[in-house]
């Protein structure tokens, strides 16, 4: 095992994982080279997850399995949003643990390595340093984490939102927004690396700007990205080296402005997609949740973007079994499921989280119930999604190829952020990285099926 070696692991969301790469770009700066066995790795790292019970849950197992393999001559560091709220629990929890950093200070991973490395402690190193916020930008890496063609983009972190369930505040501090120069010299990085799609990522993306004083800043951002990339790439030449695709995720209802839609709906490139967690339908729990009530604004927006973008992708995600949840309110929900047919839904049981301003509402609802109802609105939304899919047997559609194998490819529409949404199977070897039309030839729940339209017959050619 040579001395300056790494093995980190990322868990939870997509902004961990720029957090994640930022780490390894610091490490690899200070010398450090990436391992992907971790016996042979004398740094250890585990990027924590601390958003819910179940990614809590996980984050511990991982420890604990990495403190049961590692060798007396590895150093573990528990990093990471768990790590930020109960670093001394997880220390205390997991022996084996040599480090704990917060998410805050990522950058600081190598100070804490540095620390390590003078010797054996026979406490761990604490870095928890107060913080009021996350920070962004440090030591010159990027903030970006690069899979295959793809590419997350974080534009900000933290968040100032009220939700009574969310400790994200707790673990993150308040919203902060990265300088829009900084994103747009990145996007043109990616750009020249090649990378066909741009995923902006942020706990809240309809907020950016906002501490930089800066009025609708999410459109404004994507005006002067559209702009800065490639111009309008040439429709005929999919393969053409630029960024297709800028996809937003993390939209918070009540800021998804009229400027905002109009952007997404002037520039190809901004993906006629948006993924806008509604958390519920409720009044009355939107309100207890101290998330936006005002249901006729969310359905007026909703027609207002499918007015502008005929072809547009929703995804929401929503809370079941939330303290004090009732059959009618649940009922509720659904309906609204039924009313407006979302593309792509995700949902959560309630998980009590100590700390939010929800912990005095405790956790009512049992676990068999939250379950039941969890059963119910994904089997609802699996038909609604599936009748979604098969309206689209004969569209061609762009798909970015990201794995072929056994004279099939798979890849991903518009309409499918990575990780989350569906799959685009394609007949034939395709290489990852190319954009090809499709057209479309079966639909499943999740999932589509299709052949390369110039394989077509001439006769059946758009
Ligand atoms: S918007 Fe609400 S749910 Fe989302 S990160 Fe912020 S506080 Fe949490």
């Known amino acids: 095992?040579?001395?300056?070696?790494?093995?980190?692991?990322?868990?939870?969301?997509?902004?961990?994982?720029?957090?994640?790469?930022?780490?390894?770009?610091?490490?690899?700066?200070?010398?450090?080279?990436?391992?992907?066995?971790?016996?042979?790795?004398?740094?250890?790292?585990?990027?924590?997850?601390?958003?819910?019970?179940?990614?809590?849950?996980?984050?511990?197992?991982?420890?604990?399995?990495?403190?049961?393999?590692?060798?007396?001559?590895?150093?573990?560091?528990?990093?990471?949003?768990?790590?930020?709220?109960?670093?001394?629990?997880?220390?205390?929890?997991?022996?084996?643990?040599?480090?704990?950093?917060?998410?805050?200070?990522?950058?600081?991973?190598?100070?804490?390595?540095?620390?390590?490395?003078?010797?054996?402690?026979?406490?761990?190193?604490?870095?928890?340093?107060?913080?009021?916020?996350?920070?962004?930008?440090?030591?010159?890496?990027?903030?970006?984490?690069?899979?295959?063609?793809?590419?997350?983009?974080?534009?900000?972190?933290?968040?100032?939102?009220?939700?009574?369930?969310?400790?994200?505040?707790?673990?993150?501090?308040?919203?902060?927004?990265?300088?829009?120069?900084?994103?747009?010299?990145?996007?043109?990085?990616l750009q020249n690396q090649g990378v066909k799609e741009i995923i902006l990522i942020a706990q809240d993306t309809t907020d950016y700007g906002h501490d930089l004083g800066i009025k609708n800043g999410l459109a404004d951002l994507l005006t002067k990205m559209a702009a800065d990339l490639q111009q309008e790439p040439i429709a005929s030449d999919a393969n053409s080296n630029g960024v297709r695709w800028i996809r937003i995720m993390y939209a918070f209802p009540g800021y998804v402005t009229d400027q905002l839609i109009n952007v997404m709906a002037a520039h190809q490139q901004v993906l006629p997609y948006l993924d806008i967690p509604l958390q519920h339908a409720d009044p009355r729990v939107l309100r207890s949740m101290r998330r936006p009530a005002n249901m006729e604004w969310v359905h007026k927006t909703l027609e207002k973007m499918r007015g502008k973008m005929e072809d547009l992708a929703l995804r929401t995600t929503f809370i079941v079994g939330y303290p004090g949840e009732t059959e009618e309110e649940f009922q509720t929900l659904l309906d609204f499921l039924a009313e407006v047919r979302f593309d792509r839904v995700g949902a959560f049981q309630f998980s009590f989280e100590p700390g939010t301003t929800s912990e005095e509402l405790g956790d009512p609802i049992p676990a068999e119930v939250k379950q039941e109802r969890w059963e119910r609105l994904m089997a609802l939304q699996q038909g609604i999604s599936l009748e979604k899919n098969q309206a689209l047997v004969g569209k061609t559609l762009e798909v970015l190829i990201e794995g072929n194998g056994d004279g099939l490819s798979m890849g991903r529409t518009y309409r499918d952020a990575p990780e989350i949404d569906g799959l685009m199977i394609v007949e034939g070897e395709h290489s990852p990285g190319e954009m090809i039309q499709v057209r479309v030839t079966d639909a499943m729940a999740y999932d589509l099926s299709g052949i390369l339209e110039s394989d077509l017959p001439i006769v059946n050619q758009n």
């Not at 780490?23 to 971790?38: E, I, N, R």
């Not at 403190?67 to 629990?89: M, V």
């Not at 390595?113 to 990027?142: N, S």
């Open 1 to 189: 095992m040579s001395k300056n070696t790494f093995h980190l692991v990322s868990l939870g969301c997509s902004k961990n994982t720029v957090d994640s790469e930022s780490m390894g770009q610091l490490l690899t700066k200070s010398g450090y080279s990436f391992v992907a066995d971790p016996s042979q790795a004398s740094i250890l790292i585990v990027n924590t997850c601390g958003f819910i019970g179940p990614a809590k849950e996980e984050s511990l197992a991982v420890l604990e399995e990495m403190a049961a393999q590692k060798s007396a001559d590895q150093y573990l560091i528990a990093a990471g949003c768990l790590t930020q709220r109960y670093g001394q629990e997880v220390a205390q929890q997991v022996s084996g643990i040599d480090g704990i950093i917060g998410t805050r200070r990522w950058m600081d991973i190598i100070d804490v390595v540095k620390q390590l490395r003078r010797g054996k402690h026979p406490e761990p190193v604490y870095h928890l340093p107060e913080a009021p916020q996350t920070v962004m930008d440090q030591g010159g890496v990027r903030r970006v984490a690069v899979q295959g063609s793809s590419a997350y983009l974080k534009i900000a972190d933290g968040c100032r939102r009220p939700c009574a369930f969310c400790a994200i505040p707790l673990i993150k501090g308040t919203a902060v927004s990265r300088p829009a120069e900084a994103i747009l010299e990145e996007a043109r990085h």
